[in-house]
């Protein structure tokens, strides 16, 4: 198993982690959390691919998870607004409670 | 690089940089200025300084519209193209910030309206690049200014529950994205789609390739609203501020269209692999296939049991991404991009009158539109208009729209081997036809009930109502008018 394989077994984990994190958590802000996991699991191949591709002297893969994180800070911070509005209204950050819209 | 290549680069970007600036322009007359005015006085400044800063961006855009430019590796690509694109979606921000003076839902309408325009820059770069990190930060610019309008009326739980669930589902798609990128660029060793064309063919059959493809392709259905992603549209469309929904169902459905059609026939065209009857064989034309039949089914057949309009029109979102998802199997961008844009000033028209009518009447229902025809006959006329185009009579827009995706879709292959999804979704659209005409019979048919008085809007968003109407009736009765510019 070379090293790249290597890395990419450990963000396919990272993202499955992430991705039942999201599913199967009722709070919002662990299904953030999930969210932010999946991310990152993308910022590690963007580096994987980087270092053991073809042309590393290209820093492509770098700043692509510069930009990447860079974003993500910013979801978080629109996630966390999200979440305090909605616990002015039901007192609670649970995804279950906020549910009144169906059909 | 040059600084010769970065003045290029700002003349080029100037109405980018006019958008850019109408935002400040509006947060600082906001917020310096008219601290001391009634709401509706602000939403009516905001609106038109909007309006103002968009006009001059259109005008730099129709002065430079034969400008063709390939700057930074495909960070960014100008066509005559994309600059007609990027007019529409000025056109569709302004007739949306002149949405936000029906109803005070907010306080901070300045804000609002400088969001508004912030989206709009989000989607003028997303729809000028071929680079993919150009296309993801500028579609979480638009997807985080949206997320943050439809929660903006803070006095309502629904508000901030539709922006929770567009929020955590949009969050999830972001990083299907970037996970389905991070492939592209492992697979190719680049993130520019004419690069990565020229080396993912090597890869055709890969099981790798294959997951970049369902990952990209899941994504960007979650933008576009395409069942199994579409969970989060109805709560947003019914939740968030009509300004906001409005949106949401039209400049953002353009620019992703527009982005997800040159990913797949500029950046993936070597796999496509083939959804046609009995030769499927793995690649993203299968994937959008099955995409495409299952937003026309599941769309349709929910819009038939809704009462609420605003999940009704979610619904038949959902049935029109199938519908346009049609144009993009068939690979003409200028079917998709007529279906798109048309179907957008529709949304956009059917949203301003669900607007003007929930701020009289306070009632979202399709029972709230009852003897419309008596109460305002210009909404009447206006929402028939808009409700028969999606509905696809002729000669509205939404009949050409559908005319030609559907008419790419059976022309591609050789031996018509799509004939089983075109017949799906004209199956599909005679369905839709029974919920559409429940909508129009209430505002014509259904007697006005006691104690309503008459319903209008203000003289602009009726002018505007008025406008969109005629532009929706002329480029369905010539579409050669449009067509001929998205070539």
């Known amino acids: 198993m070379t090293p790249l394989h290597g890395y990419l077994f450990v963000s396919a984990l990272l993202f499955a982690v992430g991705l039942a994190g999201a599913l199967t958590r009722r709070n919002a802000i662990l299904v953030l959390v999930g969210v932010e996991l999946m991310l990152n699991a993308a910022n590690l191949n963007f580096l994987a691919f980087w270092r053991y591709g073809p042309n590393p002297e290209a820093l492509t893969g770098v700043m692509f998870v510069l930009f990447a994180i860079a974003v993500a800070a910013a979801e978080a911070a629109v996630g966390l607004a999200l979440v305090i509005a909605i616990y002015r209204h039901y007192r609670s950050s649970n995804v279950d409670e906020a549910a009144t819209m169906k059909g | ?487």
């Open chain 2, 1 to 487: 690089m040059t600084n010769g290549d970065y003045y290029q680069l700002l003349k080029l970007l100037a109405p980018e940089w006019t958008v850019v600036g109408t935002v400040l322009a509006i947060l600082f007359a906001d917020l310096q200025f008219w601290r001391n005015r009634s709401v509706a006085w602000r939403s009516a400044g905001a609106a038109s300084i909007l309006s103002l800063g968009f006009a001059a961006a259109a005008g730099l855009l129709i002065w430079k519209r034969a400008v063709t430019a390939d700057l930074l590796g495909g960070t960014l690509v100008l066509s005559p193209t994309s600059q007609y694109v990027k007019l529409a979606l000025l056109g569709l921000a302004i007739v949306t910030a002149w949405l936000c003076t029906e109803g005070e839902f907010t306080k901070h309408v300045g804000e609002f309206v400088a969001l508004i325009a912030l989206a709009t820059a989000g989607m003028m770069f997303l729809v000028s690049t071929e680079n993919l990190l150009m296309v993801f930060v500028a579609l979480e610019l638009v997807s985080l200014s949206l997320y943050v309008m439809t929660a903006f009326n803070k006095r309502s739980p629904r508000s901030a529950e539709a922006a929770l669930k567009y929020f955590l589902f949009g969050g999830m798609a972001a990083a299907f994205t970037l996970f389905g990128f991070s492939f592209l660029y492992g697979l190719t060793g680049s993130i520019h789609l004419p690069t990565i064309a020229a080396k993912i063919s090597w890869h055709a059959g890969d099981p790798l390739t294959l997951v970049a493809i369902v990952l990209v392709v899941a994504g960007f259905g979650f933008k576009i609203a395409a069942v199994p992603f579409h969970l989060w549209a109805p709560d947003a469309y019914e939740g968030a501020p009509a300004p906001a929904a409005a949106f949401i169902a039209s400049g953002s459905k353009v620019a992703s269209f527009f982005v997800l059609g040159k990913l797949l026939s500029v950046g993936l065209p070597g796999v496509g692999g083939s959804g046609a009857w009995k030769a499927f064989s793995p690649g993203w034309l299968a994937v959008v296939a099955i995409l495409a039949t299952a937003s026309m089914i599941f769309g349709n057949l929910a819009a038939l049991a809704q009462s609420s309009l605003r999940r009704l029109l979610a619904y038949s979102a959902i049935a029109h991404a199938g519908y346009a998802l049609l144009a993009i199997i068939g690979g003409s961008q200028p079917a998709l991009l007529y279906y798109a844009i048309t179907y957008a000033v529709t949304s956009v028209g059917i949203f301003g009158v669900v607007a003007v009518v929930e701020n009289r009447t306070g009632n979202e229902d399709i029972a709230g539109l009852a003897g419309l025809r008596e109460r305002s006959f210009l909404l009447s006329v206006a929402l028939s208009v808009f409700v028969l185009s999606l509905a696809g009579v002729p000669p509205l827009a939404g009949f050409f729209g559908k005319f030609y995706a559907f008419a790419a879709a059976a022309k591609l292959g050789s031996s018509l081997g799509y004939w089983w999804l075109v017949a799906l979704a004209l199956g599909a659209s005679c369905v839709s036809l029974f919920y559409y005409l429940q909508v129009l019979k209430q505002v014509w048919v259904a007697p006005v009930p006691e104690g309503q008085g008459k319903v209008a809007g203000g003289w602009v968003v009726s002018i505007l109502l008025a406008l969109l109407a005629l532009a929706v009736l002329v480029t369905g009765a010539a579409p050669e008018l449009l067509i001929r510019f998205l070539k």
